[in-house]
């Protein structure tokens, strides 16, 4: 009987580790804690998905690149990831190049912080609602951590992240969301 007990604590620990959201501070209740880049965005109690705050990223002039990330260790058997993050933009200029825009990226690296892989989760120009941007992705097989990334990359305009959420996929469970977005 012990031992059935054990087996179901560990099993439960299991499946709730693989469902655990990896961001911290996902719907940036707590002021910007754990988020790099604080100097480029501000929280919003006004425009919100969820929750009491956003955070928002505002540029006028000179098409910067402006972003907040965060970096987490990939857990251990992970083979993929999903990511899901809610974003709203408000004139966010339209430019020639399709990676100027407001977005939603991950990165890859391995060990010595390289990149070995990236994947934009979403993208939006000029006005939009909010509108959840959701992606699973294969991680490269020599990656250590993710950085996400919420971005105003080079152009000018506002947006609004809201309830970040990224979570560890076995083989199985990819296999699975994979083939439901195809």
């Known amino acids: 009987m ?3 007990l054990l087996f179901s604590f560990l099993l439960l620990a299991t499946f709730s580790n693989a469902q655990m959201n990896l961001i911290k501070n996902a719907g940036f209740e707590r002021d910007l804690i754990n988020w790099s880049g604080q100097e480029n965005a501000a929280l919003s109690p006004y425009e919100k998905k969820t929750g009491r705050n956003s955070v928002v990223i505002n540029q006028f002039t000179g098409a910067e690149w402006k972003a907040l990330d965060q ?5 251990k058997n ?8 809610w974003m709203k933009t408000d004139q966010v200029e339209n430019q020639k190049e399709e990676y100027k825009a407001a977005a939603i990226i991950v ?3 391995n060990a010595a912080d390289k990149q070995v892989g990236s994947e934009t989760i979403g993208r939006a120009k000029n006005t939009t609602d909010w509108t ?3 992606k699973a992705v294969k991680i490269p097989a020599d990656a250590k951590k993710i950085r996400i990334m919420l971005a105003l990359a080079q152009t000018n305009g506002t947006v609004f992240f809201d309830d970040i959420n990224l979570k560890a996929l076995g ?4 296999a699975k969301v994979d083939s439901q977005n195809k």
Do not use: M, R
């Open 2 to 4: 012990k031992q059935l």
């Open 71 to 75: 970096t987490i260790l990939i857990p």
């Open 78 to 85: 992970s083979y993929a990831i999903e990511c899901s993050a």
């Open 107 to 109: 990165e890859f690296t």
């Open 132 to 134: 959840n941007y959701k």
């Open 171 to 174: 083989e199985e469970e990819y």
